[in-house]
């Protein structure tokens, strides 16, 4: 499989479609999901054209899995979910249903999210 360039996320990186921007470091870039699951609802993607956790943990440089991985961290500092509790998760393939082929991390907060698996 190779990178989609015209996925909706590349878009984004690339300031054709706007975004709810909450964060950004040299590697990452965190905003707000269109369809919130939750309060708290953020999507943390590296700037780099990574399909999904396979190919991001599998190719990715350790400073892009730096900046990344601290990213997500301070997303969810920022969006003060710190101290009730956060999940965060990623989709890869089709039995997680991953929809954007770009690697994504979901940050959920801002509620009892119940089960890990629905
Ligand atoms: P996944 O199933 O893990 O690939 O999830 C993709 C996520 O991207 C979904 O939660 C969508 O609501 C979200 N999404 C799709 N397009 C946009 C967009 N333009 N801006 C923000 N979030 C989006």
Do not use: W
């Not at 499989?1 to 975004?19: H, P, Q, S």
């Not at 920022?78 to 998760?89: P, S």
């Amino acid at each position: 499989m190779t990178y989609d360039i015209n996925n909706i996320f590349a878009k984004i990186l690339r300031g054709e479609v706007l975004c709810d921007k909450v964060f950004e470091n040299g590697h990452a870039l965190a905003f707000k999901d269109i369809q919130p699951q939750a309060p708290e609802h953020i999507l943390v993607i590296p700037k780099g054209p990574y399909i999904s956790f396979e190919d991001f943990s599998a190719n990715a440089n350790d400073d892009e899995i730096l900046a990344f991985f601290r990213a997500v961290g301070q997303v969810a500092r920022d969006a003060g979910i710190v101290e009730t509790g956060y999940r965060i998760l990623s989709n890869h393939g089709h039995d997680g249903r991953q929809e954007v082929p770009h690697f994504h991390v979901h940050v959920l907060g801002g509620r009892d999210l119940g089960g890990m698996v629905p």
